[in-house]
């Protein structure tokens, strides 16, 4: 199985910055994909931004030039840096990795337990 722990969230003012963390541990066999979501309260939960094994990023509009997405392969960890936030970024944020559990098995999606970001003055 994979295991998720993320890290970094808090509260935060308007125009501030944060580093979440994601780290997978377990017995895997590869992870493929790796994604950030949110979830505001009443709404539903949203991509924020992804990124393949090879490091190739897409961000959903709202966040573009402020969030950016990296991972490390070699500790198996997806970091989002989050500048210039705003009130409407407030949310729990998730990660998502795609990971395969052997070398014949397919991928599948493992969630982490979210971590609240606030963004208030």
């Known amino acids: 199985q994979v295991q998720l722990v993320e890290s970094g969230g808090g509260l935060v003012q308007p125009g501030g910055s944060l580093r979440l963390s994601c780290a997978a541990s377990?017995?895997?066999?590869?992870?493929?994909?790796m994604a950030w979501y949110r979830q505001a309260p009443g709404k539903q939960r949203e991509l924020v931004a992804d990124?393949?094994?090879?490091?190739?990023?897409d961000y959903t509009d709202s966040v573009k030039g402020r969030f950016t997405i990296s991972r490390d392969n070699a500790k198996n960890t997806v970091y989002l840096q989050m500048n210039s936030l705003k009130p409407e970024d407030t949310a729990v944020y998730y990660c998502?990795?795609?990971?395969?559990?052997?070398?014949?098995?397919?991928?599948?999606?493992?969630w982490g337990q979210g971590t609240q970001v606030t963004v208030s003055s």
């Open positions: 998502n990795v795609e990971a395969s559990l052997s070398i014949i098995a397919g991928p599948r999606g493992y």
């Open positions: 377990g017995s895997f066999f590869k992870i493929y994909a």
């Open positions: 990124i393949t094994r090879g490091g190739s990023t």
